[in-house]
């Protein structure tokens, strides 16, 4: 299939940014907002409906099919692609372009664990050349494991380095992928999950340790299944990623548990020979190489469940919104090579997904930290900026508020190394707050609000 042609320039010409108020379309319990998706747009775009930018920011894109790019406007003013007309396929935007690239030592996969000690850390260096393979092979797993595209694939995980590698495994084969927070322990709350995103595969871990917190992820997530089996009647395959386990053929520490610290001995991981599967013994046997499927513009590409007004909720992105999404956020963060870049979002926001798609597009290092910040001291954090020279960070309120409690002390050199500071807030009174503060704190640091 051939790549499209790009668009007249006097449809560019015709448009121009305008001031917009903000959707009230927001607030909606729809399964789907395109007010919501709209505004978070205008945020990334210093609040302006900026067309030109957005149409701009599609036609990057290596768009494949016939005849000429084109689009319309919904009624909130964002480009939109007939669908049929147009396919793309992320996978290849965010990875395969860059294997080759000059710019590769720039785009990496850091991972930092929870545990840390002035002589000890637990971390994880990933290049663009091995996320390839790895991607291709858990794209091979899912294929055996019968995932087709428009299936739908649950990821219940901490932040973990196989996140990133699960997110563009599902883009590849066109599967439809749904992040839910692992520390919700919840088992109905989970249930709940695996009712909304109702999946053909769940992809979880054995446990972790949030903090100084034992999270035994795969039993929670086996309650839950029981309870969605006989409420509901789903019932998925699971794979599980052996995280903080201890490996039975090595000889377990003399010392036991050490609190913070992989392997968590005796962690109980339930199995079940008849739906479960192991991570690593399906990576090892698939192949490297795996041929993407394109998607169309109005395909589901990711589903976001969160907590609104006390209920869960699930919307649906398609691969056009998603695209468009992820693209924005590149331009906000800038063209300019930096460090590393670390989201500290939820799971259930819809900015972290698409952080994970624009960092690599930014021909930049993704930073994923699986612990607590105040842990095991609140300069968790500067150490973490310093190893990794951080210069751009997404801060979520939590993270925001124990910053500004541990009164931080400009005479740290990794304070003054910020250049861009994002706040992802749920509302506009703690963003007044936040900005205020990060324009004494951080006065060299650029702000981007956005509200979500």
């Known amino acids: 299939m051939d790549k499209i042609a790009s668009a007249p320039g006097k449809v560019l010409n015709a448009l ?10 927001s607030n909606s319990l729809e399964p789907d907002a395109p007010g ?9 775009c210093g609040q302006k409906s900026d067309h030109i930018l957005w149409i701009n920011c599609l036609k990057g894109y290596d768009w494949y099919g016939e005849g000429r790019f084109s689009f319309n406007m919904d009624k909130f003013g964002v480009p939109v692609l007939k669908n049929g007309d147009y396919k793309l396929n992320l996978s290849i935007e965010c990875v395969d372009r860059y294997v080759n690239a ?3 030592e720039e785009h990496k996969i850091y991972w930092e664990g929870n545990y840390w000690s002035p002589t000890e850390d637990d971390c994880v260096i990933v290049s663009v050349e091995t996320e390839a393979i790895l991607i291709n092979k858990a794209s091979n797993v899912f294929k055996h494991l019968g995932i087709l595209s428009g299936d739908s694939v649950l ?8 996140l990133p590698i699960v997110l563009m495994a599902c883009i590849r084969v066109g599967a439809v992928f749904t992040l839910f927070n692992a520390t919700i322990e919840d088992s109905e709350d989970l249930a709940n999950a695996i009712k909304l995103a109702n999946p053909k595969l769940i992809i979880t871990a054995d446990g972790f340790w949030s903090g100084s917190h034992i999270v035994p992820l795969k039993k929670n997530i086996d309650e839950a299944l029981e309870i969605a089996s006989q409420k509901y009647s789903i019932n998925p395959k699971v794979i599980i990623i052996r995280h903080a386990a201890s490996d039975p053929t090595i000889p377990q520490n ?4 050490v609190v913070g610290k992989r392997p968590i001995i005796d962690l109980e991981v339930p199995f ?11 990576i090892l046997g698939a192949s490297d190489s795996c041929e993407v499927v394109l998607m169309n513009t109005e395909d589901r590409m990711v589903q976001h469940i969160r907590k609104r007004k006390d209920e869960w909720i699930i919307r649906n992105y398609t691969t056009s919104q998603m695209a468009l999404l992820a693209a924005v956020f590149k331009h906000a963060l800038g063209d300019e090579a930096s460090g590393a870049i670390w989201p500290i979002l939820d799971a259930d926001n819809l900015i972290l997904v698409t952080s994970l798609l624009a960092i690599p ?11 607590k910040l105040d842990f095991p001291n609140p300069e968790r954090l500067w150490n973490i900026i310093t190893k990794y020279k951080v210069e751009k960070i ?15 002390d400009m005479a740290n050199v990794s304070a003054r190394s910020l250049k861009v500071i994002f706040t992802v807030f749920t509302n506009q009174e703690d963003t007044v707050m936040a900005s205020e503060w990060i324009k004494s704190t951080f006065p060299m640091a650029k702000h981007i609000a956005i509200v979500y």
């Not at 709209?38 to 990334?44: E, K, P, T």
Request: avoid cysteine; aromatic fraction near 8%; glycine fraction near 2%.
């Open 16 to 25: 121009s940014p305008t001031l917009s108020i903000k959707s009230n379309d």
């Open 36 to 44: 919501e998706y709209r505004n978070l747009l205008m945020d990334m």
């Open 272 to 282: 079940n020979p008849e739906r479960d599967f192991h991570w690593a013994s399906l």
């Open 102 to 104: 000059f710019e590769i």
């Open 394 to 408: 997404l801060l979520n309120i939590d993270s925001t508020r124990l910053l500004m409690e541990n009164e931080i």
């Open 155 to 162: 990821v219940i995980l901490p932040f973990i380095i196989q």
């Open 361 to 371: 597009m930014a021909s930049s290092s993704l930073l994923l930290f699986e612990g």
């Open 254 to 257: 003399s010392q036991g548990i």
